[in-house]
């Protein structure tokens, strides 16, 4: 499997690859932009293989135009999509995989799944529209980690790319793009004309080996990439754009899942930028699958009203060794924002962030014990979660209303709360109490303004607070040179 044995190139290198990667795909108005990478020319109008780099690389390639796919922005390509899936499914396992390839185009759709050992390849002017025909979108099973939809009791509108139980699932292309148009579904949540949880751009479930990359994502109906109870996971050239008001348009939310890679993503959202999860109260606690060996790096955020990244609030399973560094943000609520409650139960524990630099925040770091959303009021009062060992470490923000606002549980603190290196220039409307602590443990270093008693600084001969030095099992995933002519 490419994920371990194949030579390796580095992501500077796969970035490098993909940003040249404007090969004219046999269309004339792409010629005069298109970049000769080695191993691809022209000869007599016809396009030898281009590369770029994946995971895996596939031994068949079909393209949607072969299923009867129009790229008009009004036919429906539902159909094509599916029939295109499942003839490439054919070539899993021992077939050596399945490319589709989505050309230049406005290519209407309605969900459809993806399958094995299976690459999603979309052109650089090739644009997934999601349909705004709700009887193409059907209703399906709530998360068993969730015990209902996140917007309504019940079931859950499909989401526009899914699949479950895979292995070896790729989605990529030349910065295509994916639109969820979801101003359709914005306007009648907020009117109240849904019956069920909007959908999202992606979702995998129980898939193992998923790489996303070097894509655009507009407008996702809600949260934009999901993977959930799944492993293996490389995110990486991300650019994800909704309208900073737009109602739960998280960016990346990880979900009872584990070794995940996120890196080199650009994201403007009405909600979280990246969200880690891992399931709803009783129902999260029931499944207990925790999300656990998380890397988030070179992430750039604005999100006016939520965090840049954010832990729970559904956390029911654990959140477990996150480890975050060279983040920047603008105009956005919090830099890093903890969230649970009595009833969650399980755990937040060694999270390490550092190397942050933002501006024009509400507060810098936002930590609370008492979020009132529950799926029902069936959960257990007697499961408090535990929040332990929390580092924070190299962070520069300005203009902020506020350096922190910390409040854990009663009788249950937050504890082994770190902060060092950190200096915050408080706006000129700022709070008068620059940080507010109830029911947090820990200590500081080299912070100002000065942080609350409840953090004393530990003096100039202390250590900076910890970040992990070993190294991640994520991290050496390698990555193919694959070749595809159109």
Known sequence: MAWQRHSSISLQTLALWISLMAVSIGTADCARRSVQLPGSSRDGGVMRPFKYAATSCRAKTASLTDFGGVGDGKTSNTKAFQAAVAHLAQFAGGGGGGMLYVPAGRWLTGPFNLTNSFTLFLHRDAVILATQDMSEWPVIDPLPSYGRGRDHAGGRYS?????????????????????GQGAFWWQKFHGGKLKYTRGYLIELLHTDQIFISN???????????????????????????????????????????????????????????????????????????????????????ISPTSAVIALGSEMSGGIQDVRAEDITAIDSESGVRIKTAVGRGAYVKDIFVRGMNLNTMKWVFWMTGSYKSHPD?????????????????DVVATDVTQAARLEGISNAPFTGICISNVTVQLAAKAKKQSWTCTDVEGVSKGVSPTPCASLP???????????????LPIDDIVFEECSYTS
């Open 457 to 471: 600084d530990q003096g100039a001969g202390a250590e900076p607070c910890p970040f992990p030095t070993d190294r």
């Open 377 to 393: 009021n069936k959960y257990d009062p007697n499961a408090i979660p535990v929040v332990k060992g929390i580092s924070y470490s």
């Open 215 to 301: 894509l655009t994502l507009l407008n996702s109906p809600a949260w934009n990439i999901h993977p959930v109870y799944s492993s293996n996971i490389v995110i990486s050239g991300i650019t994800i754009l909704a309208p900073v008001r737009s109602p739960n348009t998280d960016g990346i939310n990880p979900d009872s899942c584990s070794h995940v890679r996120i890196e080199d993503c650009y994201i403007v959202s009405g909600d979280d930028c990246v969200a880690i999860k891992s399931g709803w109260d009783e129902y999260g606690i029931a499944v207990g699958m925790p999300s656990q060996h998380i890397i988030i790096r070179r992430l750039t955020c």
């Open 159 to 179: 989401s526009l790319i899914g699949g479950s139980n895979l292995t070896d699932v790729i989605i990529t292309g030349d910065n295509g793009t994916i639109d």
